[in-house]
T-cell receptor, first 115, second 112 residues
Framework: GAVVSQHPSRVICKSGTSVKIECRSL??????MFWYRQFPKKSLMLMAT?????????EQGVEKDKFLINHASLTLSTLTVTSAHPEDSSFYIC???????????FGPGTRLLVL | LAKTTQPISMDSYEGQEVNITCSHN???????ITWYQQFPSQGPRFIIQ???TKVKNEVASLFIPADRKSSTLSLPRVSLSDTAVYYC?????????????FGQGTELSVKP
């Protein structure tokens, strides 16, 4: 199957700083990528749809100014958590679809801990 | 997006066949059914996808009745390493661009 990578795999930062997470499709191009967050023992929650060359579409209740998404190329989407606070600590996961979008492939996730 | 309902948890023993059933009464005509597996602190991994009848691959089988209001993921001869959370998702990949809404999933525990 297709491979999606994320970087970094884990990050610890101080409250008030911004953190950027990268999501890359390694062997295919993705015009659309998705960002999820997952709290311990909970299911994945869709945050936003990242669209190559245009603005991201955010799910209800997700602050677009808090979670900045940039999809500058067909293989890279970035999620920036701005002015991070301890409540932003979570597991962030991205996904990308293959050419026909039938199947979504997920990245390995990024563990964010805000102190 | 159709809502899915799965058992919260299931227990099994090594070597047994495990069947996890997912209910999706409001499935739409163009919706596909996809199952993912997730281990702790990892992203979900694609297992199998189907539209109707039966689909089989090297890992699992997916049974979908004619009315498509439910589906059953079958894992043959599970091992300890199959302990994970299994998610059933329903969606139209062509009109929704791959957008997936996750339900609670089924936590499968395989015991020796």
């Amino acid at each position: 199957g297709a491979v999606v990578s994320q970087h970094p795999s884990r990050v610890i930062c101080k409250s008030g700083t911004s953190v950027k997470i990268e999501c890359r499709s390694l062997d295919f191009q993705a015009t659309t990528m998705f960002w999820y967050r997952q709290f311990p023992k909970k299911s994945l929650m869709l945050m936003a749809t990242s669209n190559e060359g245009s603005k991201a579409t955010y799910e209800q209740g997700v602050e677009k100014d808090k979670f900045l998404i940039n999809h500058a190329s067909l293989t890279l989407s970035t999620l920036t958590v701005t002015s991070a606070h301890p409540e932003d600590s979570s597991f962030y996961i991205c996904s990308a679809g293959d050419a026909d979008q039938e199947t979504q492939y997920f990245g390995p996730g990024t563990r964010l801990l805000v102190l | 997006l159709a809502k899915t309902t799965q058992p919260i948890s299931m227990d099994s023993y090594e070597g047994q066949e495990v069947n996890i059933t997912c209910s999706h009464n409001n499935i739409a005509t163009n919706d596909y059914i996809t199952w993912y597996q997730q281990f702790p602190s990892q992203g979900p991994r694609f297992i199998i996808q189907g539209y109707k009848t039966k689909v089989k691959n090297e890992v699992a089988s997916l049974f979908i009745p004619a009315d498509r209001k439910s589906s059953t993921l079958s894992l043959p001869r599970v091992s300890l390493s199959d302990t994970a959370v299994y998610y059933c998702l329903v969606g139209d990949p062509y009109n929704q661009g791959g957008k997936l809404i996750f339900g609670q999933g089924t936590e499968l525990s395989v015991k020796p």
